[in-house]
């Protein structure tokens, strides 16, 4: 299967700094990527579309001034958590969809921790 | 609006038993795509398949089979003679012409299953 790159895997921070977390597809362009948060023994939640080249489609109840998304090139994505606080520790995990067979493929996730 | 249903939340098994997963769905698209991901405890989500709505094939991929039935929208995951390590999270998901060109999946709450040695 393709592949998707996430980093880091870990990040342990204090409150009030940023976090950027980057997503990358290895083996196939991605005009689309999406982000999402998981909590323990729960379902994927969808936080945003990333959209090559243009702005971020944001679900509902999820703050854009605080979870930045930028995707400047077919392969990488970014997620960046700003001024994180206690509540924004979850996993975050990135997916990159390749149009050609109408998948999307995961990245690793990235656990956060904010102290 | 899509649905997806897993309404086995936990399974336990004995290593070596057979185990099905169930999956139910909701959509008014004609197209769409179907998809089971196994989440191990390391937390990445690991593709296993695709199958789209033309398709009613059933498939069998070593010691993994799944089931199409579009007549009781279902689309149910098997495995032959568990391992420990399929011990994992499964979800199935679901995504239509009508997520949006850009195919959103809409994920089940996932099943547990837990093979015991």
């Known amino acids: 299967g393709a592949v998707v790159s996430q980093h880091p895997s870990w990040v342990i921070c204090k409150s009030g700094t940023s976090v950027k977390i980057e997503c990358r597809s290895l083996d196939f362009q991605a005009t689309t990527m999406f982000w999402y948060r998981q909590f323990p023994k729960q379902s994927l939640m969808l936080m945003a579309t990333?959209?090559?080249?243009?702005?971020?489609?944001?679900e509902q109840g999820v703050e854009k001034d605080k979870f930045l998304i930028n995707h400047a090139s077919l392969t990488l994505s970014t997620l960046t958590v700003t001024s994180a606080h206690p509540e924004d520790s979850s996993f975050y995990i990135c997916?990159?969809?390749?149009?050609?067979?109408?998948?999307?493929?995961f990245g690793p996730g990235t656990r956060l921790l904010v102290l | 609006a899509q649905k997806v249903t897993q309404a086995q939340t936990e399974i336990s098994v004995v290593e070596k038993e057979d185990v099905t997963l169930d999956c139910v769905y909701e959509t008014r698209d004609t197209t769409y795509y179907l998809f089971w991901y196994k989440q191990p405890p390391s937390g990445e989500l690991v593709f296993l398949i695709r199958?789209?709505?033309?398709?009613?094939q059933n498939e069998i991929s070593g010691r993994y089979s799944w089931n199409f039935q579009k007549s009781t929208s279902s689309f149910n995951f098997t495995i032959t003679a568990s391992q420990v390590v399929d011990s994992a999270v499964y979800f199935c998901a679901l995504s239509a012409y009508s997520s949006g060109s850009a195919r959103q999946l809409t994920f089940g709450s996932g099943t547990q299953l837990t093979v015991l040695p």
């Open positions: 199958r789209n709505s033309f398709d009613e």
């Open positions: 997916s990159a969809r390749d149009q050609g067979r109408e998948t999307q493929y």
């Open positions: 990333s959209n090559e080249g243009s702005k971020a489609t944001y």
